[in-house]
């Protein structure tokens, strides 16, 4: 009677069954074997990853340190609150020469012909510009800092007031206060980046309480200033002159005085002047990362603030509330 023959499959090692070194690498294949990869290979491949990170991190230009003087959040207490006085000048500014034209619509219906209501436009359309501007000058705050996009705004809404005193037809009026109105929300849009870039939670809430006063106390003095201005032998022509003197006065001093504080730009312009000192071209910002900030253009521009001027609308609370 032939014999049975038992095959059975051989045991693992009882090596395997044993508890490995924490610091071991174990790797199972497909045929259900684990081996054990040496702690050095598993350190050297550790170390392969980091390395590179590393030399990322140290490429990259920031402050140096929380009390780096450099810091918006860092000046000197009395220049933050200069700067914001002059803010709030500017404010005051805009919003004086949105309403300053309301006291002139009866005398320029009659000298063009149409009725004061028809003028009104002249007040309701520089208002539209207010609404269409934020969508502009928000994102441009963001690609290339606050101090440009605030001052470009001031000087041509400046420009704007010239054609306006001096216009022979209603369509010049009609047309210079729109784009008046839109150059003007430079300030309503920018202003408010600007107090949070410099203050903390405490102070800029009273910062933000002088820039909300300013945003009241421009339209109510506009109509009072006007009125003067109109029924005197200067004539209502002289109430856009006035602007447009102050105006230009608020962009002149504002530029000597207001500096840029958007963090983003700040660290640029410290990465600019890293590379030409060190010839390390490699060096530059976290910001400049973004390719929309290497290359910005038009529709990025528009497309950005039309996407986020949307997406905070709808995400708002108060926006349903009062739909």
């Not at 991190?57 to 402050?63: K, Q, T």
């Not at 009609?174 to 920018?190: D, E, K, M, T």
């Not at 840029?260 to 071209?281: I, M």
Request: with cysteine.
């Amino acid at each position: 009677m032939a014999s049975k023959e038992t095959q059975t499959s051989p045991s693992p090692p009882s090596t395997r069954e044993e508890a490995h070194d924490s610091a071991s690498l174990r790797t199972m294949f497909d045929d259900g074997d684990t081996y054990d990869v040496p702690d050095s290979l598993e350190s050297n491949i550790g170390s392969a990853q980091k390395e590179p990170d590393k030399e990322k991190e140290s490429l990259i230009v920031d402050w140096d340190g929380p009390n780096d003087p450099d810091m918006p959040k860092n000046f000197p207490t009395w220049r933050k609150w200069v700067i914001t006085m002059m803010l709030g000048q500017m404010t005051i500014c805009v919003t004086f020469g949105s309403s300053v034209f309301s006291t002139a619509t009866k005398q320029t219906g009659k000298k063009f012909g149409v009725s004061s209501e028809v003028m009104v436009l002249g007040v309701s359309l520089f208002v539209l510009g207010f609404a269409f501007g934020p969508i502009i000058f928000g994102p441009l705050s963001e690609l290339y800092g606050c101090k440009r996009p605030l001052f470009v705004g001031m000087f041509v809404f400046a420009i704007f007031q010239i054609p306006v005193a001096v216009a022979q037809n209603l369509q010049t009026i009609f047309i210079c206060r729109f784009f008046g109105g839109l150059f003007a929300s430079a300030p309503l849009a920018i202003v408010s980046g600007i107090l949070a870039d410099m203050f903390g939670p405490v102070e800029r809430g009273i910062a933000m309480a002088i820039f909300a006063a300013a945003t009241f106390i421009g339209p109510v003095a506009g109509p009072i200033v006007g009125g003067f201005v109109t029924i005197s032998y200067l004539g209502w022509r002289w109430a856009e002159y006035i602007t447009a003197i102050w105006a230009f006065a608020m962009t002149g001093i504002g530029v000597l005085i207001i500096s840029e504080t958007f963090e983003g730009t700040l660290l640029q312009q410290r990465a600019r002047k890293l590379r030409t000192k060190t010839k390390n071209w490699a060096l530059h910002a976290k910001v400049e990362e973004n390719v929309l900030i290497r290359s910005p253009s038009k529709k990025s521009v528009a497309g950005m603030g039309a996407l986020e001027h949307c997406r905070l609308s709808l995400s708002s609370v108060v926006f349903f509330a009062l739909v």
